[in-house]
């Protein structure tokens, strides 16, 4: 009981710095909105739970912990979470799921009827735990949406080859996908939209396209990228590249699932191996054994 005590002071002073901290941005913000002259209408938009999740991932704390991680915001800009608001809310998810880890194992212990006798180790696991799920978990969506734009750009270079075969520019065709493939390609055309507004605020089509290409870190993208970015600045001699980066992804491809499927066949043959072949054992060596048996009994 005194170690659940100590928890709960615990967890209710990192509630008090954390509420602090929530209202401090809060008063800042206000300040600075009644500064540039503008209403509080946007807070007004939003629940209230959503205002508070993202003054905390605002918060200093929140801002100096994605400061001091430069993978957590390499993960970020993977997954297209680039804008402030997106990456307060994964800061507070990695501010607030520690504690809520530790509440449920304090609140499952204290429950049992028997309490284990050194309680603090499954606190720190909790800590731990909810300190380092949601990084795993962008990492695991980084991971995903690469594969996905891996399957994009396979679809993405003959829709440019056509493109440019009608006559239009990068930047025309660049435009063309974004507005007419949302759904073939979905994640593809979110990060061209991105880059395109870039280029109507006043930037250079290729630096973005560079950027877009360092940020994703998809070799296949990075490779059709360094072809556009060709063209933009020599003015020819790119549909022949382009021609050959399709051929080599769609080796690289028909490569990966001829893998693939060897995996498949090997994973078979184990699941074969344990289901199948002990029927087969009982339905064909059965009869002999059971026959066996009678013989021995019968002697016996």
């Known amino acids: 009981m ?7 002071l615990l967890s209710m002073a990192a509630a008090l710095l954390i509420a ?17 002259g503008s209403r509080e209408q946007a807070d007004h938009k939003h629940r209230r739970g959503d205002v508070l999740i993202q003054q905390l991932g605002r918060s200093g704390l929140g801002r100096k912990l994605l400061s001091m991680d430069g993978e957590t915001h390499l993960l970020l800009n993977r997954i297209g979470w680039r804008r402030a608001h997106q990456r307060a809310f994964y800061m507070a998810c990695q501010l607030l799921l520690p504690f809520l880890m530790l509440g449920l194992v304090v609140l499952v212990i204290s429950f049992l009827a028997q309490p284990p006798e050194k309680a603090w180790v499954y606190w720190i696991l909790a800590l731990g735990c909810g ?35 009608a006559g239009l520019t990068v930047e025309q065709s660049l435009r ?15 990060e061209l939209d991105a880059v395109l507004k870039h280029v109507d605020s006043g930037l250079e089509l290729a630096d973005e396209l560079s950027i877009m290409g360092k ?15 060709q063209l933009i600045r020599q003015g020819g001699g790119a ?11 769609d080796e690289r491809r028909l490569t990966n699932l001829q893998e693939y499927i060897s995996k498949l066949s090997g994973k078979m043959s184990v699941v074969m191996m344990l289901f199948l072949f002990p029927a087969l054992l009982i339905v064909l060596a059965g009869p002999g054994m059971s026959a066996i048996g009678r013989a021995l009994g019968g002697i016996s």
């Open 176 to 190: 063309v996908i974004s507005l007419e493939s949302k759904k073939l390609l979905p994640v593809l055309t979110t």
């Open 215 to 229: 940020q994703l870190d998809v070799d296949e993208l990075s490779d059709s990228l360094a072809i556009l970015q």
């Open 2 to 8: 005194a170690w659940a005590a100590m928890v709960l």
């Open 239 to 249: 549909m022949s590249s382009l021609l050959a980066l399709k051929k080599l992804l």
């Open 20 to 36: 602090n901290a929530v209202q401090q941005q809060r008063v800042r913000a206000v300040v600075a909105k009644r500064l540039s």
């Open 131 to 165: 300190f380092l799920l949601p990084k795993r978990v962008l990492a695991m969506t980084a991971t995903r949406r690469q594969q996905q734009l891996v399957n994009e750009v396979s679809i993405f270079i003959p829709l440019l080859r056509i493109l440019f075969d």
